[in-house]
C-alpha cells in the first residue's frame, strides 16, 4: 500500500512537470510565432514604400543636399520614419526580439544618416511631436552617426 502512494505521488509530480514544460514551450513557440509574423508584416510594409515611393527615397541616399540647407523631408522618407516609429516602439515594449531588430537596425542606421534625414531634424520633431522617447533616440542616433561619418 505504501509503494503504491509512493508511485501514485510521484506520477503526479511529474504530470504537473510535464505540464508546465508543455506551457512553457507553447508560449515560447507563440512569441517565435509572433516576432516572424511581426518581421513579415513589417517586410511586407516597407517593401509597399520603396515601390511607390522609390523616387523620394532615392533623395535620401544622396551624398549631399544642394547648400547643406535643411529642405522637406521626401513623404517616402516620413513614410519610412513613421515605419521605423512603428518598429521602434514594438520592440521597446517587447514585441520584437533584440535578433529580429538586429536585421532592420542596419537599413534604419543608414537612412537616418542619410543628409536630408539629419537637416530634416526640426521636420521630424514636427511629425512626431508627443512622442519624446522615439525623438530622443533619433537625436542620439542621428548624433552617433554624425559623429562617426
Known amino acids: ?21 508543455a506551457v ?14 511581426i518581421f513579415l ?16 527615397l532615392m533623395l535620401t541616399r544622396q551624398t549631399a543636399t544642394p547648400d547643406d ?12 520614419l513613421h ?10 515594449q517587447g514585441y520584437v526580439t533584440q535578433k529580429t531588430w538586429t536585421v532592420w537596425s542596419r537599413d534604419i542606421n543608414r537612412f537616418l544618416a542619410s543628409p536630408i534625414i539629419q537637416l530634416g531634424r526640426d521636420q521630424i520633431a514636427q511629425e512626431f511631436d508627443g ?8 537625436d542620439s542616433k542621428i548624433g552617433a552617426l554624425s559623429a562617426t561619418a
Open 83 to 92: 515605419l521605423i516609429f512603428e518598429l521602434f516602439e514594438l520592440k521597446d
Open 131 to 138: 512622442h519624446t522617447h522615439f525623438m530622443d533616440w533619433i
Open 1 to 21: 500500500m505504501i509503494i503504491l502512494d509512493v508511485i501514485l505521488r510521484i506520477m503526479t509530480t511529474g504530470s504537473v512537470f510535464v505540464g508546465a514544460s
Open 69 to 80: 540647407q535643411p529642405q522637406d523631408i521626401p513623404v517616402g522618407a516620413l513614410e519610412t
Open 24 to 37: 512553457y514551450a507553447a508560449v515560447h513557440n507563440h512569441n517565435r510565432q509572433l516576432n516572424a509574423q
Open 41 to 56: 508584416n513589417y517586410s511586407d510594409r516597407l517593401q509597399v514604400i520603396r515601390r511607390s515611393m522609390r523616387s523620394d
